[in-house]
């Protein structure tokens, strides 16, 4: 079975603070892709990135990167120098396998405060 | 511009009515699916479709029903056998179901019950 956690629920930071969301996942498959989705109060999911499971390589696209580690089962989600247009909902989700659905973790609330 | 639509933005319905809930893709994507988010519930699957003509039960399927009589035209319908229908649903389409691709959702119905 698959499975995401997101332990972190809630995450208020002040603006310009560094901040790391976690994402833990479970699956069987040895192919598979991780996602991250940010939610902010207007309710539409928009897509921040896309690994498979074997490309391990780091990612930074601007002041968001992502550190996917294998052997930890983590692909966790750092903000830096944040802002307040971060705050928003982020949603970790796992495809595993070439014909299986998306799964969401429970999602985390970043609130940054100016 | 391509996407998806969701209407209406906001519903209300009376216990013991059905209600149908718009989605609308141009994106020429083969697969469908409706989710409902819950505060702290994360997304959890309710049907999915891989292509015209066909779909199946996802996590929480139990009253709701859907249709895919045309490629860009997912509605998902909400009846009266559901027990606890006021929550957040949202649309997403992915160009195939199996494989890697991200999907991509629309704005979201927000459903009460009064």
């Known amino acids: 079975a698959q499975k995401v956690t997101q332990a972190q629920t809630e995450i208020s930071v002040v603006e310009k603070e560094d901040v790391t969301l976690d994402c833990v996942y479970e699956?069987?498959?040895?192919?598979?892709?991780l996602f991250w989705y940010k939610q902010p109060p207007s309710g539409e999911l928009v897509f921040l990135i896309r690994?498979?499971?074997?490309?391990?390589q780091n990612e930074i696209s601007g002041r968001y990167s992502w550190n996917f580690q294998k052997s930890t089962s983590s692909f966790n989600f750092t903000i830096t120098a944040s802002q307040v247009v971060d705050s928003a909902v982020y949603f970790c989700?796992?495809?595993?396998?070439?014909?299986?659905?998306?799964?969401f973790g429970k999602g985390i609330t970043l609130s940054v405060r100016p | 511009d391509g996407g998806i639509t969701q209407s209406p933005k906001y519903l209300f319905r009376k216990e013991g009515q059905n209600v149908t809930l718009s989605c609308e893709q141009n994106?020429?994507?083969?697969?469908m699916y409706w989710y409902r988010q819950d505060p702290g519930q994360g997304l959890r699957l309710i049907y999915y479709?891989?292509?015209?003509?066909?779909?199946q039960k996802g996590d929480i399927a139990e009253g709701y029903s859907v249709s895919r009589e045309k490629k860009e035209s997912f509605p998902l319908t909400v009846t009266s056998a559901q027990k606890n229908p006021t929550a957040f649903y949202l649309c997403?389409?992915?160009?195939?179901?199996?494989?890697?691709?991200?999907?991509?959702f629309g704005s979201g119905t927000r459903l009460t019950v009064v």
């Open positions: 997403a389409s992915s160009i195939y179901f199996s494989g890697g691709a991200g999907y991509t």
């Open positions: 479709s891989q292509i015209v003509n066909d779909f």
């Open positions: 690994r498979n499971s074997f490309d391990e």
């Open positions: 699956t069987r498959d040895t192919t598979y892709y």
């Open positions: 989700a796992l495809k595993p396998g070439a014909n299986s659905k998306l799964t």
């Open positions: 994106l020429n994507h083969d697969a």
